[in-house]
């Protein structure tokens, strides 16, 4: 499998643009998990999605932030209106629970989002 | 509130030395894991510790996780550059599945 798959790796937008993040979760992963990464606030969960259901979106900073899952292989975070201090490493990771105490999380490369 | 907290925060070695980090709380943690990450990258899972006071090995990497579950040390034996990467501890929130992360050890070691 090539892990999860994140897209744009880079995205330069100015203030007030909408800005769409990709990402491609592991054939057969049931969880799929949005975080953002910045040197203030370290690796913060935003939302994370059960079978494409969202679960829990009390990490999503505001109501310019928005994700969906179509589908078992594809979801999106969307910023709309993207401002300054939306800049970071944005993540998606994934896994597969087995019904244990833990799960290891697959991560994406990441998108490093500027905005101006 | 469940927090994980790590130190130092920063830390530049020189190859071969040994070093230890460590990751605490105040609450009890059924599990905690250990990621790294590597600039351009995301963290890596390392390794998960269930079992209080256990003791794991990944080659030059040894993991404990304290008796209480409250905490937990990552300790590297002869440090190499390659080992050079921000390091992560997660632990699940109670009743819920998701991961809070502490706030990283950065690491770098010097050729």
């Known amino acids: 499998d090539a892990g999860v798959i994140q897209s744009p790796r880079h995205e330069v937008t100015e203030m007030g643009q909408e800005v769409t993040l990709r990402c491609k979760p592991i054939?057969?992963?049931?969880?799929l998990f949005w975080y953002r990464q910045t040197m203030m606030r370290g690796l913060e969960l935003l939302i994370y999605?059960?079978?494409?259901?969202?679960i829990d979106d009390s990490g999503m900073p505001e109501d310019r932030f928005s994700a969906k899952m179509p589908n078992a292989s594809f979801s999106t975070l969307k910023i709309q209106p993207s401002e300054p201090r939306d800049s970071a490493v944005y993540f998606c990771?994934?896994?597969?629970w087995g019904g244990g105490s833990s799960y290891e999380q697959y991560f994406g490369p990441g998108t490093r989002l500027t905005v101006t | 509130t469940q927090l994980l907290e790590q130190s130092p925060q920063f830390l530049s070695i020189q190859e071969g030395e040994n070093l230890t980090v460590y990751c605490n709380s105040s609450?009890?943690?059924?599990?905690l894991q250990w990621y790294r990450q590597e600039p351009g990258e995301g963290p890596v899972l390392l390794v998960t510790?269930?079992?209080?006071?256990e003791v794991k090995k990944l080659k030059r990497l040894t993991f404990q996780f304290g008796d209480a579950r409250k905490d937990s040390s990552l300790h590297i034996t002869a440090a190499q550059p390659g080992d050079t990467g921000l390091y992560l501890c997660?632990?699940?929130?109670?009743?819920?599945?998701?991961?809070?992360f502490g706030t990283g050890t950065r690491l770098k070691v010097l050729a």
């Open positions: 990771a994934s896994s597969y």
């Open positions: 609450s009890v943690f059924s599990s």
């Open positions: 510790v269930v079992t209080g006071g």
């Open positions: 997660a632990g699940p929130l109670s009743g819920t599945y998701k991961y809070i």
């Open positions: 054939s057969g992963h049931d969880y």
């Open positions: 999605f059960n079978n494409n259901v969202p």
